[in-house]
């Protein structure tokens, strides 16, 4: 079954950085897209950022120009750059990703989507 590895979690102070990793294994045959998304305990889950296979990037209203997504294709890695973090970005952020893990789906146009475990930035004032 094909698992997504997280890191980059952590805690910082308010106006810091943060970068966060989110890896499927190099033998899935395609990542279309990867997204995070961010919960804080009790609340609803909120749309933080998404990049899809062209490397358009789109962003939850609240982002406001202090996050950035990337991806390499190549490595199946996506990474989610987060500065000026403030206290009310606190939450476990998780990744989920759209993929085909072998060639067979590609062909088929068959979409897997899986998350990972989640990963949680506190940021302190």
């Known amino acids: 079954q094909v698992q997504l590895v997280e890191s980059g979690g952590g805690s910082v102070q308010s106006g810091g950085s943060l970068r966060l990793s989110c890896g499927a294994p190099?033998?899935?045959?395609?990542?279309?897209?990867v997204a995070w998304y961010r919960q804080i305990a009790g609340e609803q889950r909120d749309f933080v950022a998404s990049?899809?296979?062209?490397?358009?990037?789109t962003y939850g209203d609240f982002v406001q120009g202090r996050f950035t997504a990337s991806k390499d294709n190549a490595k199946n890695m996506a990474w989610l750059d987060m500065t000026n973090l403030r206290p009310d970005d606190t939450a476990v952020y998780t990744c989920?990703?759209?993929?085909?893990?072998?060639?067979?789906?590609?062909?088929?146009?068959?979409?897997?989507?899986?998350w990972g475990r989640g990963t949680q930035v506190t940021v302190s004032s």
């Open positions: 989920t990703s759209a993929l085909a893990p072998s060639y067979f789906e590609y062909s088929q146009r068959h979409e897997t989507h899986i």
């Open positions: 190099e033998s899935v045959y395609m990542v279309y897209s």
């Open positions: 990049i899809n296979l062209d490397g358009r990037a």
